[in-house]
């Protein structure tokens, strides 16, 4: 089969289309047909080993995993002899961390994998895991709920468009702040009011909130703690590598009213099913920027890296257009 592999950390040109092995089943696994992919920033950060402590996890002196991708929609193709969950033809899709980058998979079926939702083509059931399941774990602590006020910064971006989705559909009140090419998509999501960041600061509008998230990881909070309501929470998506992340996390749990927290999510079964459910019912749907075939998996990478998409990049495997 056709994946896309790499054999040294670096820049997107490490990645090349190889013919490798087509992975056989074990007894607990389906193999996956797969039908469209993503490239996001995790990707990113394993092929390039940055942050450097990627590398406990990817391999310490070169990569362990040589395919990427962490998402997928496809087709069942076979189905492991105790796999109950799952049988051959079934579409599904899910969040695996790697491997998804290939003509085919073999995942575990008790993994972040489901059913497709009906009426959703591959190309956006494979666009929509990483995003939900960040977005909607980094929001857990805070509660949401109808009257509970959240700010989103980078409301754009792969998680930034899942969480607006998700605070709507929780009830919450939402303003998402974007750039004024995406004020109308962001209020499409369901945000209640759009802040242009080009031509206002929040910080400095008066305005407070009992949540700011910051899915994009640029905003601090410095900048933002007067903006939030006492016993307000600041959560953010990145910044674990800068030592003061770690160390406000903990400052603010004992001292202070206000929290600073950076959730890391787990891809769950559970939530892909809540995903599932969401946008049967017409209450979540994909965002995707851009596509690319797999043989272009340099360029999406490339463009994916700018951290200008909005919302997410797919790549189609073996020619799907995504019906
Ligand atoms: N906590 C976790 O477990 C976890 C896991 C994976 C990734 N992450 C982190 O989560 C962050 C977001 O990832 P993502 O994939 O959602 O990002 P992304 O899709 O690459 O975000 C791109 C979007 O961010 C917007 N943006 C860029 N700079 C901005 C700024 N200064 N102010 C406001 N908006 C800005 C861009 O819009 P404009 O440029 O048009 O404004 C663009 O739409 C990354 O930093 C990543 O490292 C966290």
């Known amino acids: 089969m056709r994946a896309v592999v790499h054999d040294r950390y670096g820049p997107p040109e490490v990645l090349r289309l190889e013919d490798v092995e087509r992975p056989v089943p074990k007894d607990d696994e389906v193999l996956v047909r797969i039908h469209a992919t993503s490239v996001n920033r995790s990707d990113s950060g394993w092929r390039s080993a940055k942050p450097w402590f990627a590398r406990f996890f990817t391999g310490w002196r070169g990569p ?37 980058h290939a003509e085919f998979v073999a995942v575990r079926a008790s993994r972040a994998l489901a059913h497709m939702p009906a009426g959703v083509t591959f190309e956006e059931a494979a666009a ?34 899942a969480a607006v989705q998700v605070a709507t559909h929780l009830g919450a ?24 960041y080009t031509t206002e600061d929040f910080t400095k509008n008066g305005e407070t909130y009992d949540v700011i998230f910051d899915a994009v990881g640029k905003h601090s909070f410095r900048r933002c703690r ?9 959560i953010t998506t990145d910044g674990g ?3 003061h ?25 559970a939530d892909v099913l809540v995903l599932k459910e969401l946008m049967e019912a017409g209450k979540y749907r994909a965002v995707i920027d851009r596509r690319y075939p ?17 919302g997410n990049v797919v790549l189609t495997v073996a020619g799907e257009s995504g019906s």
């Open 64 to 100: 362990k995993r040589r395919i990427l991708g962490g998402e997928l929609a496809g087709e069942v193709e076979a189905a492991g002899a105790s796999v109950t969950e799952f049988a051959a033809g079934d579409r599904v899709f899910g969040a695996i961390g790697f491997g998804a």
């Open 128 to 161: 929509v895991c990483d995003g939900f399941i960040l977005a909607f774990g980094c929001l857990k602590p805070a509660r949401l709920e109808k009257g509970r006020r959240i700010l989103v910064y980078g409301a754009t971006g792969s998680i930034g468009t």
């Open 173 to 196: 009140d939402v303003t998402a702040v974007c750039n004024t090419k995406n004020v109308e998509l962001v209020r499409l999501l369901g945000a209640d009011r759009v802040i242009d």
């Open 226 to 234: 007067r903006s939030l309501t006492p016993g307000g929470m600041f």
């Open 241 to 243: 590598f800068m030592w």
């Open 245 to 269: 992340v770690p160390v406000l996390i903990l400052l603010t749990r004992w001292f202070g009213d206000k929290r600073v927290l950076l959730p890391v999510p787990e891809y769950t079964k």
């Open 294 to 310: 797999l043989e272009q998996v340099i360029e999406a990478t490339r463009y994916v890296e700018t951290g200008q998409k909005t």
